[in-house]
């Protein structure tokens, strides 16, 4: 499966961004998936993860209230909607399919990544 990030950019603190991540090649159905960042001179770091059917999600301490994952498998497209952004939230954000339909937050764990959309958050 192949995966292309989109909807980064330059936003005001405060502000908002909806990322999305368009899958081609199989089904979207067939895999959990992850978003994931990587800030400069960090390490990549789990950001949110949903299960096959949108029922379960999951997302770190940081950014919870503030993100929301979501995926629209007839659309082949998952999403990612970053309210009260932070400057501490600008990174390269990664999308990321395992296998198994399950959801996890280890990045071994993830077998497609999508080229990373950059989201800068100006204070």
């Known amino acids: 499966v192949q995966l292309q990030a989109s909807g980064g950019g330059l936003v005001q603190a405060g502000g908002s961004v909806r990322l999305s991540c368009a899958a081609s090649g199989r089904a979207l159905s067939n895999y959990g998936m992850g978003w994931f960042r990587q800030a400069p001179g960090k390490e990549r770091e789990f950001v949110a993860a949903?299960?096959?059917?949108?029922?379960?999600?999951y997302v770190v301490d940081s950014v919870k209230g503030r993100f929301t994952i979501s995926r629209d498998n007839a659309k082949n497209t998952v999403y990612l909607q970053m309210n009260a952004l932070k400057a501490e939230d600008t990174a390269v954000y990664y999308c990321?399919?395992?296998?198994?339909?399950?959801?996890?937050?280890?990045?071994?764990?993830?077998?497609?990544w999508g080229r990373g959309t950059q989201v800068t958050v100006s204070s």
């Open positions: 990321a399919a395992k296998h198994g339909r399950s959801w996890d937050w280890t990045i071994a764990e993830y077998d497609y």
């Open positions: 949903i299960e096959w059917s949108g029922s379960f999600t």
